[in-house]
């Protein structure tokens, strides 16, 4: 069952539809890559998908814990390697500094996060470097 269409709109810009949603996305080619620039890149998205992966297996763990999450907060980087052109690395800084929670729990909420399902996909040759500021 499709669950999401594409398109490439030319000029290094992709849009992708989610269907259940209707929600879209749009990728542009970063400048370094011949593109503008002017959206996420879908190594971007790469990046971003594991973060918010590794969020939402936190927020469940959470949830069933009783702990309240919100307003955890990543900072996120992308680095790229040129030969082949692919995601080194990528570095992930999660920070809550009010985080109620015990210790038991806070390392409950790192292997949440270092076991969903886009840490899994990513080849081993990808360098997932994450910190947990709580």
């Known amino acids: 069952m499709v669950s999401m269409t594409g398109i490439y709109e030319g000029s290094l810009r ?3 539809k989610h269907l259940k949603s209707g929600n879209t996305i749009v990728t542009d080619a970063p400048p370094d890559n011949n593109g503008r620039g002017e959206a ?3 190594t971007d998205l790469t990046c971003a998908s594991l973060n918010s992966c590794m969020m939402t297996l936190m927020g469940i763990l959470a949830n069933r814990e009783g702990i309240d ?6 900072d ?3 680095i790229m390697a040129s030969d082949p052109r692919k995601i080194a690395e990528v570095k992930i800084v999660f920070t809550h500094p009010s985080l109620v929670a015990t210790d ?5 909420l ?4 270092m076991t969903c399902p886009v840490a899994l996909s ?4 990808v360098v997932q470097t994450i910190t947990f500021n709580f």
């Open 40 to 42: 996420f890149s879908p």
């Open 76 to 78: 996120i980087t992308k």
């Open 110 to 113: 790192k292997r949440a996060a």
């Open 122 to 125: 990513l080849s081993d040759t």
């Open 69 to 74: 999450l919100t307003g955890l907060t990543s």
């Open 104 to 108: 038991v729990q806070k390392e409950k």
């Open 14 to 16: 992709t849009s992708v």
